[in-house]
């Protein structure tokens, strides 16, 4: 069975966010992390071959650095593990990891049916939560649910089975 709506973005771009949105505040919809052999689905380049719809988040470089540092300085283990993956050996190779993916992500979109596909700005998802979630109801003709909840807390790293930690989410923008 395909995924309602598939989440894509480069890692730390806000996908769990998206994730937790869409099992969090919509009904019936069918939403399971794919794993490829060495990393989240949710990371390659936009398609549609396993949902219906597709949602492409992301950060503009100078936010989505800053989610990299950070993950780089509080998650080390983690970090030395996307050397192989992404080819990020450090801080410095940040700019050329999203030069390199960043392209393709948004390239590949205008390859995919427009009716289809949402390209959604982290910033303006996060100040017009509900907007936007009114925007995804009205595109793909899912279902919100009758009270939509924006996470007030951050996200563990669990995929599509993020929930709420006890730290408070900070606006950065």
């Known amino acids: ?16 966010f998206m994730e937790w949105t869409i099992l969090n ?8 992390n794919i794993y490829l052999t060495w990393h989240a689905y949710k990371h390659s380049t936009p398609t549609l071959d396993y949902s219906e719809y597709s949602i492409i988040i992301y950060k503009e470089y100078p936010i989505w650095e800053k989610s990299m540092k950070r993950y780089f300085i509080h998650r ?9 993956t992404w080819g990020i050996a450090g801080l410095a190779d940040l ?23 949402m390209l959604l700005n982290h910033r303006i998802v996060v100040n017009n939560y509900f907007e936007v979630v009114e925007e995804i109801h009205d595109k ?6 009758d009270s939509p909840v924006q996470p007030e807390y951050r996200l563990n790293f669990a995929g599509a089975r993020a929930s709420q ?6 606006k950065e923008y």
């Open 25 to 32: 505040n919509f009904v019936d919809v069918v939403y399971k």
């Open 95 to 117: 700019q050329d990891v999203w030069n390199h993916y960043y392209g393709p992500f948004i390239n590949n979109l205008h390859d995919l049916p427009q009716d289809r596909i």
């Open 140 to 145: 793909f003709n899912i279902k919100p649910v």
């Open 76 to 84: 080390p283990a983690p970090a030395r593990r996307w050397k192989s």
């Open 1 to 16: 069975m395909k995924n309602t709506v598939q989440i894509f973005g480069l890692p730390k771009s806000a996908t769990n």
């Open 165 to 170: 930690t006890g730290r408070r989410y900070k």
